[in-house]
């Protein structure tokens, strides 16, 4: 009795440890430290693996190991953001807010250079994909999606709007490239054009 009682004792401890691990799927990658440092170490980004960017961001999707090998949460209000290599590919992810109304903030995943006149962020809008799920008004492409999100002028940011965006404010934002201005304008460019746009317009700014 003794011998089984500890065997069920035994199974069940070992599923529970692994049920809390999360030493495992670690990616080689960097935190940015709020002091500016940036720390080498490994990086868990839960069981989703190379699909978490086709999920919408959670405050604390992940952990990573500090110096002493404590785990830390990839909490946005805690670091600057960090950065993983997937498939040969380099993600990075800062955190940035972009309300006035508190200080919480979100990862967003940078698709360009971190020192481009424009930087360009993808992202997810986790209302409107609430809001799809609940009515059943958005189909799995669609909610498959992302929304972008621009940085220029010294860290000021914005989010265009699909709808309309010939009249969207990006086309005055990079208005001192008439060529760009009236692509978005005559609907040369259109919303899903914003990278293509974006890419043209910093490789102009740096040429001039």
């Known amino acids: 009795m003794k011998k089984i009682t500890f065997l069920i004792l035994f199974i069940f401890s070992c599923i529970l440890c692994k049920s809390n691990e999360i030493a495992t799927d670690y990616f080689i990658g960097k935190i940015y430290l ?3 440092d940036t720390l080498t170490t490994k990086i868990h980004l839960s069981y989703y693996r190379s699909n978490f960017i086709r999920n919408s961001y959670m405050d604390n999707f992940g952990h990573y190991l500090d110096k002493k090998n ?3 949460g990839l909490n946005p209000n805690k670091i600057n953001g960090f950065e993983v290599m997937l498939d040969s590919v ?11 109304k508190n200080d919480k903030k979100e990862f967003y995943h940078l698709l360009n250079d971190i020192n481009s006149t ?10 409107i994909m609430a809001a799809g799920l609940v009515v059943g008004v958005l189909t799995a492409p669609q909610l498959a999606d992302v929304a972008y999100m621009i940085e220029y002028n010294n860290n000021t940011l914005y989010i265009p709007k699909r709808k309309d965006f010939r009249y969207d404010k990006l086309a005055f934002i990079l208005s001192d490239n008439k ?5 978005i304008e005559d609907q040369t460019y259109k919303y899903d054009d914003i990278p293509q746009l974006i890419a043209a317009y910093n ?3 740096a040429a001039k």
């Open 34 to 36: 709020k002091n500016g």
């Open 70 to 72: 404590t785990v830390r």
């Open 90 to 100: 380099k993600y990075i992810f800062l955190s940035k807010n972009i309300s006035n």
């Open 118 to 127: 424009v930087k360009l962020y993808e992202f997810y809008d986790k209302k």
């Open 179 to 183: 060529e760009i201005e009236k692509k």
């Open 203 to 205: 490789k102009w700014y």
